[in-house]
């Protein structure tokens, strides 16, 4: 989550940035939040940093607003699924094992956290235009959906639960409208409750259950990682 969280912040930000009159002081110290610090490493220099030393926060998100003026797209793939992103393959390689990444909606550049202790250390890439997100409440209405049939289904196996993780709040800023920031926390709520049931999905009670569980979580997790890039999404004005 602690990655997860970071990459919604940033590509918030780096959206209000285009919108309101925030500095890049106050979004990096929002963006970093409780975490002790974050860096950014751009060895290509895509972003026309220091390449052989990590910038400070506000550093790369000033140099990123220059060069990729407009919306930032959060994007959220997984081993076989490239989701919104359209290469390169060392974007789409290094956002998988990260499983997120913060893309320019008209492509040039990206970032992707690296959970260093407490800390992030934001990479730098080279990207392709992403794929733009789907509508918010289309999203919305197939994640309540998705939580209805995954519920039904998971009822009739039976099995274990698995334990839970706290739902997180208040991962987007007052920028954005309350109801999308509510989407937002549930969205991600949903995202990591059904990650915690696929890794339990061996407590069930018979292959057949495993099988069942394991399809419905992953149809609930990519739908409630789609309702989360559609929340953070601020389309241009």
């Not at 959060?74 to 390169?88: D, F, N, V």
Request: glycine share 8%; net charge negative; proline share 8%.
């Amino acid at each position: 989550m602690h990655a997860l969280a970071a990459a919604v912040r940033l590509a918030a930000h780096l959206n209000l940035l285009q919108r309101t009159p925030v500095s890049v002081e106050v979004a990096a110290r929002s963006v970093v939040a409780d975490d002790p610090a974050h860096h950014v490493v751009d060895t290509e220099g895509v972003l026309g940093l220091d390449r052989s030393a990590a910038a400070e926060l506000d550093a790369g998100l000033a140099a990123a607003t220059v060069l990729a003026p407009g919306p930032w797209v959060l994007a959220l793939p997984r081993p076989g699924a490239p989701g919104l992103l359209r290469g390169p393959k060392e974007l789409t390689a290094a956002a998988i094992e990260a499983g997120a990444a913060v893309v320019a909606a008209g492509g040039l550049c990206a970032f992707v956290p690296w959970s260093v202790g407490n800390a992030v250390q934001w990479e730098v890439f080279a990207a392709a235009p992403p794929a733009v997100p789907p509508g918010r409440y289309e999203v919305e209405r197939a994640l309540s959906e998705t939580v209805l049939t995954a519920g039904r289904a998971l009822t009739e196996i039976g099995g274990a639960a698995g334990e839970r993780p706290d739902p997180p709040t208040a991962l987007l800023p007052q920028g954005y409208p309350a109801r999308t920031r509510l989407a937002a926390d549930r969205a991600a709520g949903l995202l990591l409750a059904a990650e915690a049931g696929i890794e339990a999905a061996d407590r069930a009670w018979s292959v057949h259950a495993v099988e069942v569980r394991s399809r419905e979580l992953r149809a609930l997790r990519d739908a409630a990682a789609d309702a989360l890039a559609a929340a953070v999404w601020l389309p241009p004005s």
